[in-house]
């Protein structure tokens, strides 16, 4: 179930990319679970990538592609992660470019595979090649419905955004996709997102820009604290917008930053949002910290805690798991009598103790809602950080117990 | 559900100490709530205590108390933590004491109150004056067992362990009792544990044993990784037995230390077998690590990783959650090539993939047992450690979404 999501939006098409959606029969038949992103020449891509050490196949190819050639496509596959499986999967993921090039007539280098699904099954390259022809003749301008949901696993919606700014009186698009559901605590941005636009960015500049974007959005959500090891956050540019180039002194950079950071931000929450057996939103605030580290500490231990998330999935004002939870963040030297805890905007912990006025009444009409925002204020400093979660449900066991079956 | 936890073993009492237990309604009516321990003069009492930094009224005030005093009696309730009470706290924890105190004529100071139970409420210490009597009155060689039940919270068993050794020809007696179920990944010691000896042991060699058995023991345990405000591991030493004193130098000292270890084991381990919710007990071993703090970062990345708990409740050898555990764990420059897990004596990865002869039929095989050992090694070092765990269930979800209702 997933929480205030919508339906997709109407996504702008944009120019210099086309989409191409196939139904391999990947892990089950009858489904989309192969996209074919195609860049024109001149279009420009950078990503970030997991930060578990023991990172599929495809992503190792993808840096490797990335720093070897100018990208032209972008290969997914849903169903199969190709992880875990040694040395298989770099041949495998290799094969996988090797058939789109043949039949592209490009490089194998220009290809950019992407994968997700169940880790350490081989990768069932035939199907993927058998699929091939269909997504190729599918391309069209705008397949991003599709594509969204060719790139699904447990997720029960699709996610998308798409907008368009002017700068210099020139119309620039902005069009993105992701998925998510579980094993999500990117360590730099979700398994999978894919954001295109046609601005035309200076590729240092357009580095920066996801990795900075992708910190200040993908890798503050969390569902359940496991890092994938397929991990990728893609930004591509194609450069074919009649609006100025962007450069990092450009007098454009800060409207086009503010327009990508907000298709980022809600392509990472339509993940938690759509967490496994998500019932609830969670924005976890924490104020005045002494610094970023400490302020991710405490906000990723209450995050992670199943007595924290066990109660927000009840509705239960159960705060001592919040206190109990920064207690044990490791943060060094708190004093428990200058923590502030409010729920929503009811004060919870003052002076080490329940704040005075709060009652059990009003702790259960926050913890009722299904959007809800836990602040702590640590009192040591001048650092804020927001971490976004969902709750733990019974859904999230089933869903992860019955997962392979 | 306790895996694989029998009854209570018959108690040896200690000489030296007494228990009493009343049902004095602190929670609910008409169960034991309240034990008290009485010590005989010159006995000795040593603990470590929760390192969760905003640790509970009682356990600040049982270690002023402990500096301050010789210890005559230990006074133990379940049913309200009282943690995260602010000042009041205090002096709840400060009242029950001197209760104890007026009705028995020893000092407060000698007095070392314990809270199990809900954090953030206060704590009803009229009920607990009002008990007190009947507790007093019950006092008897051998309460043993009702103490085991009058401390539980969530836990669907009594712990307990008892034991005699020779020493020199004469008697020594270890008993003890510990509680746990939820909010357990003690740093330190579980929530709870009571051990007392009849043996006479010096004082620093009391608080290194306790300090040490506590460590290989409780602190090697979790079940939600959520460390309690509350917990401690006391061992108590009554001096009564007739063999000889034990020193840092005494040549019976290693027969000590192992008796107790044994007993710290298997109420260290009673703990996870009676996990919240628990279906599996789960020993985790990593193996050629490069230091303690990597072997520990694996182990209990994997302990808490929600993905791998559940896929050990549904006895799903999804062992690709057990290898992206391993790759988020944070060890620096971790090959791997060099990764070998196996599930009890299953080889299951091997050079980065799946181990040659390794079919799913054989892993579930493993999966389908209640005691499951999966051990990894990293080939970086000589370091071994071990901690134990349990699955995660709907149950943990029910047992903690209802907790307070």
Not at 332 to 340: C, F, G, K, R, Y
Request: hydrophobic share 40%; glycine share 10%; net charge negative.
């Amino acid at each position: 179930m997933a929480v205030g999501l919508g339906p997709l939006p109407d996504f702008y098409p944009v120019a210099g990319l086309q989409i191409g959606v196939a139904k391999a029969g990947i892990k089950k038949p009858g489904r989309r679970d192969l996209v074919v992103l195609a860049l024109a020449e001149g279009a420009q891509v950078a990503g970030v990538f997991t930060r578990n050490q023991f990172c599929a196949a495809p992503v190792l190819v993808t840096r490797r592609h990335l720093a070897a050639a100018a990208p032209r496509y972008l290969l997914i596959n849903t169903g199969n992660a190709n992880a875990g499986n040694g040395a298989r999967g770099m041949t495998d993921a290799q094969a996988c470019c090797e058939a789109l090039a043949e039949l592209t007539g490009e490089s194998a280098q220009s290809v950019l595979p992407f994968s997700t699904g169940v880790i350490g099954e081989p990768l069932p390259v035939d199907r993927i090649r058998a699929g091939l022809p269909e997504a190729l003749a599918n391309l069209s301008d705008n397949g991003w419905t599709e594509a969204a949901q060719g790139i699904m696993t447990t997720d029960t919606l699709p996610k998308g955004e798409s907008r368009q700014i002017e700068l210099d009186g020139k119309t620039v698009t902005i069009s993105g996709i992701s998925k998510g559901a579980g094993m999500i605590r990117p360590n730099m941005a979700t398994m999978l997102g894919f954001i295109a636009t046609d601005a035309n960015i200076d590729g240092s500049v357009l580095q920066s820009l996801v990795s900075e974007l992708g910190e200040a959005s993908f890798n503050r959500i969390t569902i359940d604290g496991d890092t994938s090891t397929n991990d990728c956050c893609m930004l591509i540019a194609t450069g074919q917008s009649q609006a100025p180039a962007i450069t990092a002194d450009s007098p454009h950079l800060p409207a086009l930053r503010e327009a990508l950071r907000d298709v980022f931000m809600t392509l990472a929450h339509a993940i938690v949002r759509d967490g496994e057996g998500a019932t609830k939103f969670i924005t976890i605030r924490v104020e005045q910290a002494g610094s970023q580290q400490e302020a991710l500490d405490v906000a990723y231990t209450i995050a992670h805690s199943p007595l924290v998330k066990t109660a927000l999935f009840a509705s239960d004002p159960n705060w001592g798991r919040i206190l109990a939870a920064v207690g044990r963040a490791g943060v060094p030297d708190l004093a428990l009598e200058a923590i502030e805890i409010d729920l929503g905007e009811v004060p919870l912990v003052r002076q080490g103790g329940r704040a005075d006025g709060y009652t059990e009444a009003l702790g259960k009409q926050v913890m009722a809602e299904t959007e809800i925002t836990i602040r702590i204020s640590l009192g040591r400093g001048p650092v804020t950080e927001t971490v976004w979660t969902c709750d733990l449900s019974h859904d999230y066991v089933t869903i992860n117990a019955e997962y392979r079956t």
